[in-house]
């Protein structure tokens, strides 16, 4: 263990937050609502805030489906229609403070592309290469489906994944999905953490 990984956790140039998925379909009354999604939107914008006040990259992604995406129920898949792109349900929640400057990597956004993982675009590798990018503060939603495959492959390319605990949001289609999914990531390398970690 190096001696970042001791608390207080300090940000530092090579930090990047990652920020999935907060979209208005995943908010009560949308397409596809994810319980207690609109009660991380304002703890996600504290981590935004640190980002930016340390001058440190952000990164957010979004579903961006086509009509015929094989993820939705009449294309034989296990989701409602979610996330069309330049739809209203495909918009970043209204209470999300995302700087104007961040980069947006779509995801999902052809009927061959599964959507899960925001690493299927090669886009966010590619910028994060170039930032230098070492440690990943990933949040958002849903923690069982985007956000595990997105940190599981975060980690296999070798980037040092921080979990924001207080800043998810499991689907839990199975009552304990979520935390199985966060045990998972724990397993696999990723560190569990909450903002009033960071120093």
Request: charged letters at 20%.
């Amino acid at each position: 263990m190096s001696p970042v990984d001791f608390f207080p956790i300090r940000l530092m140039q090579g930090d990047a937050l990652l920020v999935v998925d907060i979209q208005n379909d995943f908010l009560p009354g949308g397409a596809l609502a994810v319980a207690g999604c609109d009660k991380i939107v304002p703890v996600v914008n504290a981590y935004i805030e640190r980002f930016m006040s340390s001058h440190l990259p952000i990164f957010a992604t979004r579903d961006w489906h086509p009509l015929q995406h094989p993820s939705f129920a009449d294309q034989g898949g296990p989701w409602p229609v979610h996330c069309v792109a330049d739809s209203k349900g495909a918009e970043f929640a209204p209470g999300l403070v995302l700087p104007e400057t961040v980069p947006i990597v779509s995801k999902g956004d052809t009927i061959e592309a599964e959507g899960y993982s925001a690493f299927e675009n090669p886009e966010l590798e590619r910028r994060l290469n170039k930032a230098s990018i070492q440690r990943l503060f990933v949040c958002g939603i849903a923690t069982d489906y985007c956000v595990l495959r997105t940190v599981r492959d975060a980690l296999k390319l070798g980037y040092r994944v921080l979990l924001l605990q207080d800043a998810l949001a499991a689907a839990n289609v199975h009552p304990q999905d979520g935390v199985e999914a966060e045990r998972m990531m724990a397993d696999e390398g990723a560190r569990l953490i909450t903002l009033d970690e960071l120093a």
